[in-house]
């Protein structure tokens, strides 16, 4: 038997054993899809609403609602964005919007206990027939009626976003002349606030 022989039968057998897969690393914007509430403080400035409009659709989130309007403060305004994406792509989009010139802070308000309502104006097609039904229907919803007219009801409702969801579904049926909503605006409950101090 030759020395190189001998070599080759002292190398070590390959392990049968197939060897075990690396876990699969996390892939951003692969996680659980799901509804997230942020609230922005931002300067009462000229095109800061027009930056984070900008941002969002650069990082392919599609802003379901938005409403804004100014604080206690005249200076300062308050955003409130509704949003669906995985809890890792809306973290680093909320670093993002924080970053921006007049962003004074980003606060994602999901999982806090909080009041969210909105409100919403429907115009209604209604006839001597059924404006009775209507009206009972908008009751029940705590809404009210806030025009009458020969062939529509103009209805304002509060409520969340379900609520006003539901409400549209039952007069529907009667026929929808114009609807509009200001989407949702949130506050957290009890002492809890959204703070936020002035950049340096």
Do not use: W
Not at 106 to 115: G, K, L, P, Y
């Amino acid at each position: 038997m030759s020395e190189t022989d001998g070599a080759r039968r002292a190398l070590p057998k390959d392990d049968a054993t197939p060897a075990a897969f690396p876990a699969a690393r996390y892939v951003p914007g692969t996680g659980e899809i799901r509804r997230h509430v942020l609230v922005a403080i931002v300067n009462n400035r000229p095109g800061v609403l027009n930056r984070v409009a900008s941002l969002m659709r650069a990082r392919n989130f599609n802003i379901e609602s938005l409403a804004v309007g100014h604080t206690e403060n005249p200076d300062v305004s308050r955003m409130t964005i509704t949003l669906r994406g995985d809890d890792y792509g809306v973290e680093q989009v909320s670093k993002q919007l924080y970053r921006l010139i007049d962003v004074l802070k980003v606060q994602d308000v999901t999982a806090e206990r909080r009041i969210e309502h909105e409100l919403a104006l429907i115009k209604v097609r209604a006839t001597n027939t059924n404006r009775a039904e209507i009206v009972t229907i908008i009751e029940l919803y705590k809404g009210r009626v806030v025009d009458l007219a020969a062939d529509s009801v103009i209805v304002e409702a509060t409520g969340t976003e379900d609520e006003i969801d539901r409400l549209v579904e039952l007069v529907t049926p009667f026929g929808i002349k114009e609807l509009v909503r200001t989407g949702s605006i949130v506050m957290l409950r009890g002492a809890q606030t959204v703070e936020f101090e002035e950049k340096v």
